[in-house]
């Protein structure tokens, strides 16, 4: 009898602490949303006026060329235009990004399914990026087979995905390191790889590179501009497309590889030459 006592005493313990951690998870649940809806009201609110703004500096620097104020490069004027610009940017683009995040946490927007030719889709993305390589002196490796199959996907999320991991590695490589675009095709999946040489990160660090404002301690964060929202938001849009990425950091490479299911036909070349390893496409040396 005592045994029994003993055991539906546990088991009420149990029920009591069961029923009061759900309702602790209940109450965490409505205060995540409530904060959700705090930062999108927020967001909102902020892109009314900070257009406003760009609008403003848009027309104030069609004056001052025109009165040919900003003709001499270096004059305060020139200057002081810069540094609005340049903030109105980066306020823009944080308030864009917590709005793309709220939404992407609540899952409101659809897929926009669009076929494209890959590799040519990626050429067209990397094209703007050349020039910026080219002058941090980064040197820009493209490793790109020309018979991948078409692919069908949102190019809007894919498009964030790669934009963010290219400037990612921009912002992070030293000067005559190499940035290296690399893409494979599998029966099963699709890589993408966005690799970048001369730094390397902890397994520490890796492990909360995808948190939502983390920023690398051992990096200065005066060096980079940034919130850390960036590959939180490219975290974000890799589960939109069910897909996963996956990170590393190895003699002193950094890669992040974006793996895209689908299938490909089994007569299909890739099908046979995917699974022998062999290397396919060409290198470019060009940046």
């Known amino acids: 009898m005592q045994q029994v006592a003993n055991e539906c005493a546990f088991a009420i313990r149990q029920a009591r602490f069961y029923q009061a951690s759900q309702q602790r998870i209940e109450e965490l649940e409505r205060l995540n949303h409530l904060k959700d809806d705090f930062v999108s009201t927020v967001s909102h609110e902020l892109r009314a006026p900070m257009t406003n703004i760009r609008m403003a500096v848009e027309m104030l620097e069609a004056v ?127 890589r993408l790889s966005v690799s970048n040489s001369g730094v390397e990160i902890s397994k520490d660090e890796l492990a909360h590179i995808f948190d939502k404002f983390y920023r690398i301690p051992s990096h200065n964060p005066w060096n980079h501009k940034g919130t850390g929202l960036g590959l939180a938001l490219l975290h974000k849009r890799v589960e939109q497309l069910q897909s996963t990425i996956i990170v590393s950091s190895e003699q002193k490479w950094i890669t992040f590889t974006l793996q895209i299911p689908w299938s490909i036909e089994q007569d299909h070349p890739l099908a046979d030459s995917s699974k022998s390893g062999e290397p396919r496409g060409q290198l470019n040396n060009g940046a």
Request: aromatic share 6%; charged share 20%.
């Open 64 to 190: 001052l060329k025109q009165s040919q104020t900003l003709e001499a490069k270096h004059s305060s004027a020139t200057r002081y235009l810069r540094i609005l610009r340049d903030e109105c940017q980066r306020e823009m683009s944080l308030i864009n990004n917590l709005l793309d995040l709220t939404r992407l946490d609540i899952n409101t927007e659809p897929l926009v399914l669009t076929t494209n030719n890959l590799s040519a889709w990626i050429l067209q993305i990397l094209e703007p990026f050349s020039e910026r390589f080219r002058t941090q002196q980064q040197q820009l490796h493209i490793d790109i087979p020309t018979e991948i199959p078409v692919l069908t996907t949102d190019f809007f999320q894919l498009e964030g995905i790669l934009v963010e991991l290219l400037n990612n590695a921009y912002k992070y490589t030293p000067a005559n390191e190499t940035i290296a675009v690399l893409l494979r095709a599998t029966p099963s999946a699709l």
